[in-house]
């Protein structure tokens, strides 16, 4: 999850206070803020303890051990004899001055906690034992290729104590955060973390997983629609004993709003209760709230064939992973003045008609794809793109008109061995209907601003799935072109303190590199540096100048 270090500034106006109680005496949809526990800062990651204590994560606190700056410290509540939440204590004995997420509970004496790395322990989950009111480290949990490469990290021991969903950045990801799951095989000794699949995992922000007791439905966030609403929770279901085998993801019912939600979970022994944190109405930080639980009837009892919803077009090509790509040359696209579009593809069924699917041909004129250079015609490869940031690649431009039909396809992408990838939205595709597409050839001194990576305010976090796209996109490049050395250069506004500044920037870059290098590219064939707010290429007095000065621009070096 992205962070702000703006921790300072207390939240905005909150909802009326409510008196809490684990048993609803209201209406079963009201949402109800847990106001004692809740603070100006973040609060996270919700797990009840055997004894009805509740264990949480605050980040950005100024009593964690990190001070203001730490991610999080674990903190604890529990009732007091009239049954109400007293206020929160800091937990030192399982906490660091890094990223600190408490898992769950092996039995009443034994705890997990995820530790990020820092005084002295190891990145991964850590085991405590219980004396009292303080807790004793054990010994780090043996997981195999554990490896996070995130600031984030979220968790949760499942119900029978025998597995860990996890939400990192690691080994197989589909994008940013995936979810994974491990398994218990023997005390210390756990398997190493499995990507969950494409089916729930995608190119955006998959977070704070919770599985239900029944081991069917995964509850989680995510920001996979990128329409600016930040994280919103999900529930996808088994179809069979595979744990790769899942349902597409649905939004729940209640709880998401215009800001993020996340920590989605039961909280109560009558399973009705939920609770889970929400931004709608702070600074960015998670605040704790109640709501019912939506409880999902399992598929194990199903006819998974026959009650799997119908796939039309869309649906398959979501969880479509890899596609044939098929050079277009410029011989064969001379030969083309004008192509068809044909108003609904060959094979699909419409069950609620008999009526024959009418065509409809409308005459489109060939965008030519040009060398910027030499202004000749050059072969190219062609793909198209929707929002959750997977792609299909197509014979023709034929195809791409075709496909614009379909609301969800939204993004052309062009590419030609030894040039930059050009990546299109739909209106310019529309735009330069009967005109040339210039590539820029990709030789040493070449330099472009990267503009559709877009970061989170004050932050290295990628805000959207366009970003991805790109990324995505630069992958391909530079596998594609394996003699290529690129530099990568952070440059902020003038805002704020420079030597913050030029760190940000510097992080920027190296967020990028960092997903180039997981996805494959040779860590010394990416360059990175970071300038902050000293080479502006627009006016810091205006909005539209400073937006302009944050960016990221690749350089070839040779």
Same mark, same amino acid.
């Given at each position: 999850m992205s962070k702000t270090l703006y921790f300072f500034f207390s939240k905005a106006s909150r909802l009326f206070l409510l008196a809490f109680s684990f048993f609803f005496t209201a209406k079963a949809q009201e949402l109800m803020p847990l106001t004692v526990l809740n603070s100006p800062y973040d609060e996270q990651s919700p797990v009840v303890s055997l004894n009805g204590e509740l264990f949480f994560t605050v980040g950005f606190h100024p009593g964690n051990i990190g001070g203001p700056t730490d991610y999080g410290d674990i903190w604890m509540s529990k009732k007091d004899n009239n049954g109400e939440w007293q206020k929160p204590q800091h937990i030192p004995s399982l906490s660091t001055s890094g990223n600190d997420v408490l898992i769950g509970f092996l039995d009443a004496l034994t705890a997990l906690v995820y530790h990020s790395g820092n005084n002295g322990k190891r990145q991964g989950i850590h085991q405590y034992s219980r004396f009292g009111n303080s807790w004793n480290y054990l010994r780090p949990l043996e997981m195999g290729n554990f490896k996070n490469n995130s600031s984030h990290f979220s968790g949760r021991l499942v119900s029978e104590g025998n597995a860990i969903v996890m939400s990192m950045n690691s080994f197989g990801t589909f994008g940013n955060e995936d979810i994974y799951i491990s398994f218990k095989q023997s005390e210390t000794v756990w398997t190493s973390p499995l990507n969950l699949g494409p089916q729930v995992n995608s190119f955006a922000q998959e977070q704070t997983p919770y599985l239900s007791n029944d081991l069917q439905t995964m509850y989680f966030s995510s920001n996979v629609h990128g329409n600016g609403r930040g994280k919103d929770i999900y529930f996808s279901?088994?179809?069979?004993?595979?744990?790769?085998? $899942? /349902?597409? !993801?649905?939004?729940?019912?209640? +709880? *998401?709003? /215009?800001? @993020?939600?996340? @920590?989605?979970? =039961?909280?109560?022994? *009558?399973?009705?209760?939920?609770?889970? /944190?929400?931004?709608? &109405? %702070?600074?960015?930080? #998670?605040?704790?709230?109640?709501?019912?639980?939506e409880a999902k009837d399992p598929l194990a009892n199903l006819d998974i064939q026959e009650n799997t919803p119908e796939v039309n077009v869309d649906e398959s090509l979501l969880i479509q992973e890899d596609a044939l790509v098929i050079s277009a040359e410029p011989e064969m696209k001379a030969m083309q003045d004008t192509v068809s579009i044909i108003g609904e593809k060959e094979g699909i069924q419409h069950e609620q008609s008999d009526t024959p699917v009418p065509t409809l041909a409308v005459a489109r004129k060939m965008i030519r794809i040009i060398n910027g250079q030499t202004l000749e015609e050059v072969p190219y490869e062609i793909e198209i793109g929707n929002d959750r940031g997977l792609k299909n690649a197509l014979? @023709?431009? &034929?195809?791409?008109?075709?496909?614009?039909?379909? !609301?969800? $396809? &939204?993004? =052309?992408?062009i590419s030609s061995k030894g040039f930059l990838p050009k990546m299109l939205d739909s209106s310019e595709w529309v735009d330069l209907e009967g005109k040339d597409l210039f590539l820029q050839p990709a030789i040493s001194g070449t330099a472009i601003v990267l503009n559709n990576i877009q970061f989170n305010r004050g932050t290295s976090d990628f805000a959207d799935s366009k970003s991805i796209q790109v990324l995505d996109n630069l992958v391909t490049f530079m596998k594609e072109n394996q003699d290529i050395i690129i530099r990568l250069e952070g440059h902020t506004d003038n805002a704020g303190d !420079? %030597?913050? &500044?030029?760190?940000? %920037?510097?992080?920027? +870059? %190296?967020?990028?590199?960092?997903?180039? /290098? =997981? *996805? #494959?590219?040779?860590?010394?064939?990416?360059? =990175?540096?970071? $300038?902050?707010? @000293?080479?502006p290429i627009a006016d810091n007095q205006t909005e539209e100048g400073r937006v302009l000065n944050r960016r990221v621009e690749m350089l070839i070096e040779n």
């Amino acid at each position: 999850m992205s962070k702000t270090l703006y921790f300072f500034f207390s939240k905005a106006s909150r909802l009326f206070l409510l008196a809490f109680s684990f048993f609803f005496t209201a209406k079963a949809q009201e949402l109800m803020p847990l106001t004692v526990l809740n603070s100006p800062y973040d609060e996270q990651s919700p797990v009840v303890s055997l004894n009805g204590e509740l264990f949480f994560t605050v980040g950005f606190h100024p009593g964690n051990i990190g001070g203001p700056t730490d991610y999080g410290d674990i903190w604890m509540s529990k009732k007091d004899n009239n049954g109400e939440w007293q206020k929160p204590q800091h937990i030192p004995s399982l906490s660091t001055s890094g990223n600190d997420v408490l898992i769950g509970f092996l039995d009443a004496l034994t705890a997990l906690v995820y530790h990020s790395g820092n005084n002295g322990k190891r990145q991964g989950i850590h085991q405590y034992s219980r004396f009292g009111n303080s807790w004793n480290y054990l010994r780090p949990l043996e997981m195999g290729n554990f490896k996070n490469n995130s600031s984030h990290f979220s968790g949760r021991l499942v119900s029978e104590g025998n597995a860990i969903v996890m939400s990192m950045n690691s080994f197989g990801t589909f994008g940013n955060e995936d979810i994974y799951i491990s398994f218990k095989q023997s005390e210390t000794v756990w398997t190493s973390p499995l990507n969950l699949g494409p089916q729930v995992n995608s190119f955006a922000q998959e977070q704070t997983p919770y599985l239900s007791n029944d081991l069917q439905t995964m509850y989680f966030s995510s920001n996979v629609h990128g329409n600016g609403r930040g994280k919103d929770i999900y529930f996808s279901q088994r179809m069979s004993q595979s744990w790769e085998d $899942w /349902t597409l !993801p649905q939004k729940i019912g209640l +709880a *998401n709003s /215009t800001g @993020s939600e996340l @920590s989605y979970a =039961i909280i109560d022994q *009558n399973n009705d209760q939920a609770i889970f /944190t929400t931004t709608q &109405n %702070s600074e960015g930080f #998670g605040d704790f709230m109640l709501v019912r639980f939506e409880a999902k009837d399992p598929l194990a009892n199903l006819d998974i064939q026959e009650n799997t919803p119908e796939v039309n077009v869309d649906e398959s090509l979501l969880i479509q992973e890899d596609a044939l790509v098929i050079s277009a040359e410029p011989e064969m696209k001379a030969m083309q003045d004008t192509v068809s579009i044909i108003g609904e593809k060959e094979g699909i069924q419409h069950e609620q008609s008999d009526t024959p699917v009418p065509t409809l041909a409308v005459a489109r004129k060939m965008i030519r794809i040009i060398n910027g250079q030499t202004l000749e015609e050059v072969p190219y490869e062609i793909e198209i793109g929707n929002d959750r940031g997977l792609k299909n690649a197509l014979e @023709s431009q &034929n195809e791409v008109w075709e496909l614009l039909g379909e !609301p969800q $396809w &939204n993004t =052309i992408i062009i590419s030609s061995k030894g040039f930059l990838p050009k990546m299109l939205d739909s209106s310019e595709w529309v735009d330069l209907e009967g005109k040339d597409l210039f590539l820029q050839p990709a030789i040493s001194g070449t330099a472009i601003v990267l503009n559709n990576i877009q970061f989170n305010r004050g932050t290295s976090d990628f805000a959207d799935s366009k970003s991805i796209q790109v990324l995505d996109n630069l992958v391909t490049f530079m596998k594609e072109n394996q003699d290529i050395i690129i530099r990568l250069e952070g440059h902020t506004d003038n805002a704020g303190d !420079p %030597s913050l &500044n030029k760190d940000l %920037s510097m992080k920027r +870059a %190296s967020k990028i590199r960092g997903y180039l /290098t =997981i *996805n #494959g590219v040779d860590f010394e064939r990416v360059r =990175i540096s970071g $300038w902050g707010g @000293s080479r502006p290429i627009a006016d810091n007095q205006t909005e539209e100048g400073r937006v302009l000065n944050r960016r990221v621009e690749m350089l070839i070096e040779n």
